[in-house]
C-alpha cells in the first residue's frame, strides 16, 4: 500500500455537522477499498485564492492515508462525484 495525502475543500454553505458527514463519507469509501487512515485534519474555513463555481471560501480537510493504486482510482471517482466537494487533490507521499 502507497501513502498518500488527500485534500478537499468543502462547500462553504455546509455548516461543521455537514463536513463531518462528507469526512465520515470519505473515510467509509477510503476503509471500503482497504485502506487506513492516519489522520485527519480539519484547517477550518479559509478565503480561496480564487473562485470557485462563485465561491470565495471552503472548508479545508487534509486526510493521510494508506491506499492501494487501484481502490485510489475508484476513491477519487467518488470524492469526484460529491456535490460538497469544490476541489481536491490526491498526494502520494515519497518514503
Known amino acids: 500500500m502507497n501513502e498518500y495525502e488527500l485534500m478537499y475543500i468543502v462547500h ?7 463536513v463531518t458527514v462528507v469526512s465520515e463519507q470519505i473515510a467509509s469509501w477510503i476503509s471500503g477499498q482497504g485502506g487506513e487512515i492516519s ?4 484547517w477550518g ?10 465561491q470565495t471560501e471552503g472548508t479545508y480537510v487534509v486526510v493521510d492515508l ?11 471517482r ?3 462525484l460529491h456535490e460538497q466537494v469544490l476541489r ?5 507521499k515519497d518514503n
Open 12 to 18: 462553504p454553505e455546509a455548516d461543521k455537522d455537514a
Open 39 to 42: 489522520k485527519t485534519n480539519v
Open 45 to 54: 474555513r479559509r478565503k480561496l485564492a480564487f473562485a470557485i463555481n462563485k
Open 66 to 76: 494508506k491506499l492501494t493504486g487501484e481502490a485510489l482510482a475508484e476513491v477519487e
Open 78 to 80: 467518488n470524492v469526484k
Open 88 to 92: 481536491y487533490m490526491f498526494i502520494r
